[in-house]
């Protein structure tokens, strides 16, 4: 039997000289995909934050009459609040109070799939909670004996804050582990350029990604939709394949810690190529979601990867789909719909021009004795056909990058290999 929804009131609040490009219609977007009944969204002007509860007491009197009259549960603020601001306003209101973190946190928890995902939800949870522990949180110590787990003198409090503090170790070095895990997948698919998929959360980007790469990645019409990454090899014809890496979706204000919490699933970002920031074309607040996505890019070490901007959903906008250049000439964006698959082959050039390379089809007979170069044909080409004579020479046809191939070339050339002098490659065949 589902658990009743909780009655759920909003509150949004713009500082002064701040833009408010949506009117807290995101904010309200995240409570209704969090499961709440929302009774009423109040929006709050204020010149400052005050220290105690953030609104101030006139307002907070005036909120308090508001929950009792709607009979609330919880009330939501659109607002990072302090550890202080939250308690003092759950004693005056009477109900639970969560920041936007919280909820964008609980979001998390409920569309983390994957163990890795599970993991860094948890984290970001537990290192949110130990700085807001005002009650026992005594169920860890049940997992961990309870008898003789407790020091002389140490509270309740104390011992909870302790429990934590190993667990988030415990995570921490869980997360250290997938990182290293992911490292080593990253080298063995390390001939291969990267691109990630980048963005605001709900611009479409599993939908263009799925598009892309005809695959059946989890897309929605929600915001987090996407909570781990998804990578692809996307084959284009008369050039290498290209990784193709779906990723979380970015939101504004998201503070630091939550960003850390999520380091290992951005790692995909911060080893692309290239990265396709995806724009949800018809937002009308599309230019504050543009500079966010770039803020957290920043803050991830990310910034100076090189971007195309796609500006997705042209069936909504009407815009031509296709490419959008500067005064210059140069290419400035791709208008497409992954919904329809307008603009999607002059994307797929865009990107092979930008990182992907052209294939040439090449034919070598090696030597017993070569035996290493054949191990790295193997690893690093495609091979279409490949025989053995009676002397145990072996023939092989096989596809290969271009600048790979004339890297090993060189290399091969200066250990004395007499087959890298073989007659000159011809173009793979598309």
Known sequence: MAAPQERVLLVHVVLHGEADPDDG????????????????????QRSRPDPATFLGRGKVA????????LSVDLVLFDRILSPVQERNLERTLQCRVIDRVGLI???????????????????????????????GWTHLERQRGGIGLRGPGETQLETDRR???????????????VAAHRATQRRERAPLPTVALVGYTNAGKSSLFNALTESSSYAADRLFATLDPAIRRLQVAGH????????VGFLRDLPTD??????????????????LHIVDGSAPDRDAQIAAVDAVLKEIGADEIPRLLVLNKVDLTGDVPGNVYEGSGSLAAVRVSAYSGAGIPELLQA?????????????LTL???????RARLHRMASIVEESFDDQGMAHLIFDIDDLTWRRLRAQMRNSGCQAMDAPPTIPAEG
Do not use: C, W, Y
């Not at 948890?122 to 949110?128: G, H, M, S, W």
């Not at 960003?259 to 290992?264: G, L, P």
């Not at 030597?367 to 170069?373: F, I, Q």
């Open 367 to 373: 030597t017993p004795e070569e035996g290493a170069l």
């Open 351 to 363: 990107m092979t021009q930008r990182v992907g390379r052209s294939m040439l089809r090449a034919e």
């Open 163 to 177: 429990l934590i503090g190993e667990r988030i170790l415990s995570l921490r070095g869980r997360l250290v582990k």
């Open 258 to 275: 939550l960003i850390a919490a999520f380091r290992a699933t951005l790692e995909e970002v911060n080893q692309a190529q290239l990265l």
């Open 240 to 247: 290498e394949a290209i990784l193709l890496a779906d990723t």
């Open 105 to 135: 946190l609980d979001i998390f928890a409920r569309r983390a799939r994957t163990h890795e995902g599970k993991l860094q939800v948890e984290l970001a949870q537990l290192t949110r909670l130990r700085t807001r522990l005002i009650r």
């Open 62 to 69: 005036e909120l308090a009459e508001r929950v009792s009259e």
């Open 25 to 44: 219609a995101e904010f309200f977007h995240l409570a209704t995909d969090s499961g709440a009944d929302v009774l009423e969204l109040l929006s709050v």
